[in-house]
């Protein structure tokens, strides 16, 4: 074996890397579970008349939300976080025709629409 190889071996296991799962105080707060008032900040963000995705839920009906909804999709979220499950990860795309031929790909740019689930999830977070 190659005795340069080997000398960085040894010198890379006496100063081993540090660890991702250490947690400072900054990053502590990043652990704590999403409260309602986070959620209603996040909710009141929401922009109306914005398109939906699959699942069909739109940000009028997340605006609307009783308290007693918005205590669930908050249950909700918090086990996303507890669990690193993220379910609206599927976004609808469509292309849309700039100019030029039509028949190239080139001519065309896509549009993702989101889950607004989703993205209130992420603001949530």
């Not at 190889?5 to 890397?17: G, M, Q, Y």
């Not at 660890?19 to 900054?26: C, D, F, K, R, Y």
């Not at 398109?51 to 739109?58: G, K, M, Q, R, T």
């Not at 740019?109 to 603001?123: D, Q, W």
Request: charged share 15%; net charge positive.
């Amino acid at each position: 074996m190659n005795s340069s190889l080997v000398s960085i071996r040894k010198d890379s296991s006496l100063n081993p890397a540090p660890s991702l799962a250490t947690t400072t105080p900054e990053s502590a707060i990043l652990d704590d579970p999403i409260t309602l008032l986070e959620l209603q900040i996040a909710n009141k963000g929401l922009k109306c008349g914005k398109s939906c995705s699959l699942d069909l839920i739109s940000n009028e009906m997340l605006k609307n939300l009783s308290n007693v909804a918005n205590l669930s999709l908050l249950r909700v979220f918090n086990h996303c976080l507890e669990t690193g499950k993220y379910p609206w990860h599927t976004s609808v795309i469509t292309p849309i025709f700039k100019s030029g031929n039509p028949f190239s790909p080139d001519n065309y740019r896509a549009i993702a629409v989101g889950s607004c689930m989703g993205k209130l999830s992420l603001v949530s977070f």
